[in-house]
């Protein structure tokens, strides 16, 4: 079976825009006729998307996977790592939880994995023209080298010529790339192939000179420079881009004030989780959308998420020792806000969360904001499920999906808030959520039911409507396919694609 040409994005380090890269450049071998996946040997990150196999991956990988306009499996993401503390994490093996670890444990465990990834990606390379790689962190990580299956070792394998990527925008990035390529070994450095500088500000023609020494200094031809841009929407991978997200003040919409705007507040939890199920509401005409971290920054807000997490307990702990609970009582109690949680967040809204099999904490019990009149059990199975529902209050229909330990049940007091009637492609009927009598209180299981243009206007024209604004008709302005599109349109212009598939066609793996 004849296998596939394949090409490595490494980066100088996490935070460089190499999943973005990845997924522009998907997009073009796709433009170009070329069958092409996405493949990320380990991940750490907790955004995560579930697949039809009912298994969990990188978001990123999702998206990637979109720009190439095939399914995501857990093929392109075989090993994804969701931190639960500064030392632990939950372990996702080809999409299903194997074990939580501390970091020591893992190191000893990943041994155990390469055969798992190279199994993985051996599928992927016998079934598409392209495999489009991805490297975590930076390749040059000392401690990490001797059990690395996701950087030069997986481009080793997979006879990957390897591409590096530098921000240009953190200052630095001459040294960076150059002092990469040193902490590499010989063998090592004859891979890297080319450079691309990522998130380039200003006038080019100023670059030259730095280019220049870079090419004479190392041998290798800079294969692109990449402008820094905001016009693109593409889904970030993890909560290190909500670093560089607009704090209280958020963003100002182009001929709007902030009076024009529903304010719209997500707590930043510390183990935030999925944050990419807000990129819709951030991409509206009449929404301003920021994260929070403090109770002041409330001030104002017609709505609040609390999203997920992927450590319940922990997070509404810091919740409460933040001052951010009170203020989220009395803010609904005043009839002002509209409060909704989404899976952790939507735990942290009701009464006790309880974690007996440790999942989370040490197994106490912890009491939740009491807005809704629930109670959560952390369960040892985990759900992941794509899912179709439909509103119940509006018989709109959504799909999204649930990744959750948790179970949580209502003394009865509260209606559901959806109706899910299609369970990982076959027929269901239950129900999921619930919500206060004034609709102002509702919590959900289900991941992505923003992307749905139909809800997500109806959601935010009642918003408007309790303000006494008249409503918008709906506009489908998160058109993710069409972003891909502009992202590969910018790649082209900017990135040396003759040579670069000059380099993937030719290269043997010296």
């Known amino acids: 079976m004849k296998k596939s040409k394949n090409l490595q994005i490494c980066g100088t380090g996490s935070g460089v825009g190499k999943s973005v890269i990845v997924a522009g450049l998907c997009r073009i071998f796709l433009q170009d006729g070329l069958r092409v996946c996405p493949f990320k040997a380990q991940n750490m990150a907790l955004n995560s998307f579930v697949t039809k196999e009912d298994g969990e991956i990188g978001r990123a990988q999702a998206s990637q996977a979109a720009a190439c306009r095939i399914e995501p499996s857990v093929d392109m993401n075989p090993v994804l790592i969701k931190p639960t503390s500064d030392v632990g994490a939950q372990i996702i093996v080809r999409g299903k939880p194997y074990a939580n670890m501390k970091a020591a444990e893992y190191v000893k465990y990943k041994v155990n994995l390469k055969d798992v990834v190279f199994r993985s990606f051996a599928r992927l390379q016998n079934k598409y023209d392209v495999v489009v790689i991805e490297g975590a962190g930076s ?54 192939k080319g450079f691309i500088i990522n998130k380039f ?37 993890d909560s290190v881009a909500l670093e560089a997200h607009p704090g209280a003040g958020g963003r100002t919409k182009r001929n709007a004030t902030s009076k024009d705007l529903i304010d ?29 971290t403090g109770k002041d920054e409330l ?40 409060i909704i949680g989404i899976c952790g967040g939507y735990q942290m809204l009701g009464g006790k969360i309880s974690d007996k099999y440790h999942l989370e904490s ?19 199975k985990k759900v992941l499920a794509r899912i179709k529902a439909k509103e119940l209050s509006s018989g709109i229909e959504i799909s999204g999906y649930e990744i959750h330990h948790g179970v949580s049940q209502s003394d009865g007091k509260y209606d559901p808030v959806f109706e899910v009637f299609e369970h990982n492609g076959k027929a269901a009927r239950y129900f999921d959520g619930f919500r206060s009598k004034d609709g102002r209180i509702f919590g959900t299981y289900i991941h992505g039911l923003f992307d749905s243009d139909t809800f ?40 040396d694609m003759k040579s670069l598939y000059g380099i993937m066609m030719n290269y043997d793996g010296h």
């Open 139 to 192: 390749p040059a990580e000392i401690n990490l080298k001797a059990h690395d299956i996701v950087n030069m070792k997986m481009a080793e394998h997979a006879k990957a010529p390897v591409v590096l990527v530098g921000d240009i925008d953190k200052g630095g990035v001459f040294a960076w790339l150059i002092g990469t390529l040193e902490l590499l070994t010989k063998n090592e450095r004859k891979m890297v």
């Open 264 to 292: 719209i507040a997500v707590i930043k939890l510390p183990h935030i989780s999925n944050f990419t199920d807000f990129d819709p509401l951030e991409s509206e005409p009449d929404v301003r959308l920021r994260y929070v």
């Open 299 to 338: 001030n104002g807000a017609d709505l609040i998420i609390i999203p997920g997490t992927k450590n319940t307990v922990a997070d509404l702990s810091w919740l409460k020792k933040n001052g951010l609970a009170r203020p989220i009582r009395t803010m609904n109690d005043e009839r002002r806000t509209t």
């Open 362 to 380: 040490d197994g106490r019990a912890i009491e939740g904001l009491g807005l809704l009149s629930i109670s959560t059990c952390l369960a040892k």
């Open 201 to 237: 500000r200003g006038d080019k023609r100023l670059l030259k000179s730095g280019l220049d020494f870079l090419e004479k200094r190392t041998g290798l031809k800079v294969l692109g420079v990449i402008p820094y841009f905001k016009d693109i929407k593409i889904p970030e991978e």
């Open 456 to 495: 997500r206007r109806s959601f935010l024209n009642r918003l408007r409507q309790a303000k006494g604004w008249r409503p918008l008709s709906e506009s489908a302005i998160f058109n993710t396919d069409k972003e891909f599109d502009k992202l590969a349109q910018l790649l082209r212009e900017n990135i």
